[in-house]
């Protein structure tokens, strides 16, 4: 089978609009060949990840792009960077004057090009961004999963500057999740014998992500059993987790992601995991590293926080202040801390104790001195990358034990009875 | 002989290394220096500048096409690379700094068996097409 160009590729291919959108085109045509396309297909939108600084090479690249004429074929929104434009502090240009400058001279050469400067983790969280059955480019790997699983959206994983090329040209290779037989989940988690409690609680699906991932590797899984009342954040937390444990890029969830009204629709019997409670206390136990004791700092919103989960913490703080000195991080999109000044959480939060860093990451882009101890998250993915890449000890939490922690400066412990149990 | 199939082309030739396990490229390398960094790998700290690298599959990341491209800019990536299960992300690397700085990487990838008598070649010459031969140093 040998893939079939229509005459715009091979125009693109012939460099007719230019060396920019000739080298995209040669990056589409050569992906394509390798996962065995038999043509391309157009996308309505994409989120990039390789304007996050990782060397010279990301600046050359989008300069070549840049000074050789390219244009932007869909409407393509950005990923975190390893600077925030907004706080230059977080990552002082001292610590390291190439990194610092080269990831924003980054910054501004992809808004040139034309994307939307988004700089977020989390674009699902933002209006105006592509729906159920649209086509689509993304990269960043929690972003791919809730986008496939949750909206129902159809991306593969796409890597550094593949990704930029399917923005430019419009297009992807038509394999893997865009096709209706690569959608189809090749194992089943059955949740359905869990307590009420357990299933109900915020720490849940973050421990089930966690799990998933870490059985089904990049297999497309599908779990029955979930509430029909979770939320966004609640897939935002199994997206995540199971992106980070594992390499899961669509997950479905029976009665509750757009493509799983019920288990035949996506799952034609196989291999099937039934996870019980103690599954879920061994996923705690194996992302919360540290010993309970007095933190060193919080680190909250990875993915970034929601507009909910900020209301959440306001609720949950009831007008307490955290404990003198501790950093307590809540990474978010400028679009969110827009959405919780205006209604007035972001004054309230800080006040309170919080920084609110935009643009960034807090396991790549953090004060670093400020994180480093014993830090409390109430996220999987950051429970699951920062003892490597920040070398923290993880005291891994709900949502109201974290804030609880917040105020108290030592970590504090809910009494879950499934936990316990 | 033996005959790859093209993931990204190009002709190279050098010292054979076979890596013992997996290897992210993003994070588990150091483009500036060439070494494997990745604390679990079992190769941690062999340098990869210069060698014909035998890598049966590549742990997948994002950010290594970025890691490739940024050591064949340096002068320190593997003269080439051949897998057995084809890799997205490197060849899309090699492309991108060849087209960038005019240096190629091949990448190419061969069956489990080719891959096992390949294993036991001291060097390989990678021609254009496609064709692997062994080298007498």
Redesign the interface.
Known sequence: MSLQLDDIDTALLAGREGKAMQ?AM??LV??AE??GAPYLIPIRFAHI??C?Y?????V??AR?LVENGAKLGVTTWTNTSLVSLADPALRPETSDPEMVNGARELMRLYTELGCKPTWTCAPYQLPGGPKFGDHIAA???NAVSYYNSVVGCRTN???????VACALTGKVPFAGLHADEGRRARLQFDCTALPDDCRDGDLFPHLLGHRMGAIAG?RVAVVSGLSARMTKDGGKAISAAAAASG?VELWHGVGVTPEAPELAAVFNGGETNVVTTDDLRRAHSQLSTALDGPLDAIALGTPHFSFAEFGEVVTLLGGRHVKTGLPCFISTSRAVRKLIAAKGWLATLETAGFQIPVDVCTYYSPRIPALRGRVMTNAAKWAYYAPGMLGVEVAFGSLRECVESAVAGDVWREPHSWLMR | MIQGTV??AGEAEGPVLALDAPLSF?GGFD?RTGMILDAHHPQRGVCLAGVILLMREAR????????I??A??LGTAPAAIIFVT????L???A???E???GKACPVLAVNAGDYEILKRAANLRIWRGGAISPEAV
Do not use: C
């Open positions: 080298l040669r990056l050569q992906a390798i996962m990840d390789a996050f990782t060397g010279r090479a990301h050359d690249f070549y990269g960043e790997s994983k796409y890597g550094d500057y593949l990704d990049s390499g | 993931l990204n993003w483009p997948g990341s994002g950010s290594a096409p970025g890691a491209a940024e064949i800019r084809p890799d997205v992300n060849a899309i690397g492309q991108v700094a087209t960038l700085y």
